[in-house]
């Protein structure tokens, strides 16, 4: 059964379009966990959008279960990871214009300093993820650099408009988590699961952790943080 690791940035993105101290990701963090959450995801972006340091350091002290720190591999953001030390690091692309991350990191294109950071971080004993999209090349290169799991993007399945491509990008992922296993990689997914769509995704064979965020936190707008995770492990359960 797929671990779920809930994201709470956009709880931290209602916060900060007021720049004041509430909703608090701390507190959803509490209820993400009471809710049945087995990991808290948070990404801290280089502009700071929505965590912010604070919010690293508090989770790093109260989240009981693991703690998952999405970054790129600026510096700055490297030595925060390296001081507050989570569970496990997950590395990402990022442009500072994107609404949300727009695809997975190019680790051939960048292996000198993505393998320079995965050094440091595993160094201090932080697990390491890559989040890469489904192809066979990018894992490869994931495995050359010795980290610990990928986290295939799942956003062309996601934003597929068809049954048709919907299951042509299922049957990506699938190829693409055969690879990994077959690399001695752990399996994560995230990026745009859904309530609706998460279920062929979780069945796919060795897929030890699911990343959601965003379409927990919108269902917790209507029915509470703690019901939303709850009906979402029960999905992903299955």
Known sequence: MPRLGVNIDHVATIRQARQT????????ASLAELGGADGITIHLREDRR??????????????QVKLNLEMAT????????LQTKPEQVTLVP???QEITTEGGLDVIGNRQRV?????????????????IDPEADQIEASRELGVTAIELHTGCYADATSEAAQADELQKLKAAGTAAR?????????????????IPVAQIEGTCELNIGHSIIARAVLVGLERAVREMKELVSR
């Open 182 to 198: 077959d690399a001695g990689l752990l399996l994560h997914m995230g990026h745009g699961l859904t309530f609706r769509n998460v």
């Open 115 to 131: 393998g320079e950071v995965v050094r440091q971080l595993q160094d201090a004993g932080i697990e390491v993820s890559l989040f």
């Open 74 to 81: 600026a510096e700055e953001i490297v030595q925060i990871a």
């Open 50 to 63: 929505h965590i912010q340091d604070r919010d690293v350091r508090v989770l790093r002290d109260t989240v």
């Open 94 to 96: 990022e442009k500072r």
């Open 21 to 28: 101290v509430e909703p608090d990701p701390v507190w959803a």
